[in-house]
């Protein structure tokens, strides 16, 4: 396999729209076969996200409205990544915002490119054990109900299409392989 006939380069890049989750710049590129096009595309930070799994085997999900979707969705909890933050660190932080609880082990499950036809955004997938329950303590523009799912309830919601985000399906199918393994 030859990857270098498909790499394109990019001739010039314009900076479009600085947000506080994304950057949108639109570059003029090279194509392989030497022809010119443009790509739009989005800069994120990155973020993590975290499958919260209690002793009985019962799973901790956030309800959260999304307003691109216009919809209220069954999610694992997630955030962005702060400056040069760790990973890691942004996934011990963003549980105890989102769902109170706090997690005596880590395992991370892997990291997913959401969507790299439009974006460069990485989400780290963690599946957090040992848990410990506190308080929530989201961010002031978060409004978030936490729910716990007993592992039928989560197949059945996975399987009528309400548990339908990317990064909550790869996180469960992930953590059920590692389970199998």
Known sequence: MDDEKLRESTL???????GRLLKVYR??????????????????????????????GSMIFVRQFRYPV????????????????A???????????????TAKDFKKLTS??????????QIHLYAATGLTSGKQHPDEDEFLN?????????????????I???????SLYLYDLMKRA
């Open 12 to 18: 010039e890049s314009e900076f479009i729209f600085n």
């Open 27 to 56: 570059d003029r590129v090279q194509l392989p076969n030497g022809h010119e096009s443009q790509r739009e595309f989005i800069r994120h930070q990155g973020a993590v996200g975290i499958l919260p799994i209690l002793d009985d």
């Open 70 to 85: 216009k919809k209220v969705l069954y999610e694992i909890p997630a955030g962005k990544i702060e400056g040069d933050e």
């Open 87 to 101: 990973p890691l660190s942004c996934a011990k932080r963003e549980l105890s915002e989102e769902s109170g609880y």
């Open 112 to 121: 997913i490119l959401t969507t790299p036809g439009f974006t460069d955004e």
């Open 146 to 162: 936490v729910v716990i799912l007993t592992p039928e309830e989560v197949k059945e919601r996975v399987l009528s299409g309400e």
């Open 164 to 170: 339908c985000d990317a990064k909550s399906l790869c």
